[in-house]
């Protein structure tokens, strides 16, 4: 009895095992290739990309074709939009556009700006490092958009021919007095300086060449009327703590005309000698009126005061002066103190710290639309100067 049970629970291995073969008999062995590699997204412009698409600030981009446009229309009709595409670029406010058909590269969009500069405008740094007892001297990074423009001679040292403000990480407002005999490789920019005659502050200073200077059509060399000027860096600065920009303002009504300042090296007190710390001088704006009967004191009754300048003066004659050019002159925002316009711009004055005599400056206020013009034609747009 026992014997026979064991057979047949033997048999019954061997049937099990019979249907084991014949179950997977119907079934063909197949070996799926390995998963393709998830790596780095391709960028912009690169592979099946290349000389079709670049990545450029979404302004730039026409949202209804997806193509670059050279001066776009910025009233937010090119919105940003979220990175779905699977081509990426650097920035966030950057998108990958298509180039125009017929467009020979490199594209010329002029330089691509720090986008991190639209952040804000026009804040001048309360936080004073290395501070001087001189009321008169800027403490490091207080004037973050003031710059100084030099020679670029390679030949000899750099020379100071007059300072400017930045309203771009690639553009610069100065005078045209400055600049309207210079050609763009004669000249560069420095950005972040506080004392011209030492390296060994907490943050370096940025120097960059000039790619390109848009004097105003009408600056007269003769009465300086129109005395404004544009410089194209050729390339963009970084944003730190030292360097921003300056906003402009749209009338009269964005500041208080009697909390001004303007910054520079130029001479001290009339002396022969530049100042190796910015300095800046606390002044209020003159009406057009007063400013004028009052250089009609040292210019003759005839004397008539240009509607594109503005005057400012200071206590016991406190002005700006020579070397000071192209530089600066900025008021405080109505509703936030910390907050500062550009609404001048150093021009003339009869000369220095001359009492009751108020100095002249280029009326930025004047000329903003000029400016908005002007860097729309190089697809730039007024974030960077506007709060």
């Known amino acids: 009895m026992r014997i026979i049970l064991i057979a047949t629970l033997i048999s019954l291995a061997f049937a099990n095992e019979r249907r084991d073969d014949d179950f997977f008999s119907n079934f063909e062995e197949v070996t799926s290739p390995p998963p393709e590699s998830l790596g780095a997204v ?6 099946e990309q290349k000389d079709k698409f670049m990545c450029v600030p979404y302004f730039n981009c026409d949202p209804s074709s997806n193509t670059i446009v050279d001066n776009p229309i910025v009233d937010g009709s090119n919105t940003i939009r979220p990175r779905t595409r699977p081509f990426e670029c650097d920035h966030y406010l950057q998108i990958c556009c298509r180039i125009p058909n017929g467009t020979t590269l490199p594209l010329e969009l002029v330089p691509t700006i720090n986008l991190d500069f639209q952040l804000e405008c026009g804040i001048k740094k309360s936080e004073t490092v290395n501070s001087s007892e001189n009321s008169h001297e800027a403490n490091f990074g207080e004037f973050p958009w003031m710059v100084a423009i030099l020679n670029s001679s ?3 040292d750099s020379i100071l021919i007059c300072g400017g403000s930045l309203i771009s990480p690639v553009v610069v407002l100065t005078a ?8 763009p490789q004669e000249i560069k920019i420095r950005a972040g300086e506080w004392n011209i ?12 060449e000039v790619s390109k200077i848009i004097v105003h059509k009408y600056h007269l060399r003769s009465t300086l009327y129109n005395d404004i000027a544009l410089l194209i860096l050729n390339s963009s600065l970084s944003k730190v703590e030292n360097i921003g920009s300056i906003c402009l303002p749209s009338s009269r009504e964005d500041y208080d005309p009697t909390d001004c300042f303007v910054t520079g090296w130029g001479n001290v007190h009339g002396q022969e000698y530049f100042s190796n710390i910015l300095k800046k001088i606390p002044l209020s704006l003159v009406s057009n009126n007063d400013c004028q009967n009052a250089l009609r004191t040292k210019l003759g009754n005839e004397f008539i005061l240009d509607h594109s300048f503005i005057c400012a003066e200071g206590e016991s004659g406190a002005d700006a002066c020579s070397g000071d050019g192209g530089g600066p002159l900025i008021c405080s925002d109505s509703s936030n103190r910390n907050r500062f316009y550009q609404v001048g711009i150093v021009s003339w004055g009869v000369g220095c710290e001359e009492d ?3 100095g002249v400056y280029t009326n930025v206020t004047e000329f903003k639309n000029w400016i908005e013009v002007k ?3 190089l697809g730039y747009n007024s974030t960077t100067f506007t709060p």
């Open 42 to 47: 391709p960028k912009c412009g690169e592979e």
């Open 356 to 358: 009751l005599i108020p």
């Open 176 to 183: 045209a007095h400055c600049v309207r005999d210079l050609k």
């Open 375 to 377: 860097l729309r034609e």
């Open 197 to 208: 005659q030492t390296i060994n502050e907490k943050i370096s200073h940025q120097e960059k």
């Open 154 to 156: 390679k030949e000899t």
